[in-house]
């Protein structure tokens, strides 16, 4: 399969790593600006979801470390 092979795995890894920590990044923007552009969104929703990426990203470097043997 071509798409878990190590070079693959590692791009999204990236990936997904600088979105969870933009994510991570406008969190605390708006933390810091108390939220009034993020009227609908809670400032939680987008630290969690910062996590998550990042989680997903240390999954996939794993999967691509897995898979380089």
């Given at each position: 399969?071509?798409?878990?092979n190590?070079?693959?795995?590692?791009?999204?890894?990236?990936?997904?790593?600088?979105?969870?920590?933009?994510?991570?990044?406008?969190?605390?923007?708006?933390l810091?600006?108390?939220?009034?552009?993020?009227?609908?969104?809670?400032?939680?929703?987008?630290?969690?979801?910062?996590?998550g990426?990042?989680?997903?990203?240390?999954?996939?470097?794993?999967?691509?470390?897995?898979?380089?043997?």
């Open positions: 399969m071509s798409n878990m190590p070079r693959t795995l590692t791009q999204w890894s990236i990936g997904a790593g600088f979105l969870g920590i933009l994510l991570y990044l406008v969190a605390l923007w708006a810091w600006n108390g939220a009034k552009l993020f009227d609908r969104v809670d400032v939680k929703d987008l630290y969690y979801a910062g996590s990426l990042l989680y997903i990203a240390i999954w996939f470097k794993l999967g691509a470390i897995y898979h380089k043997s």
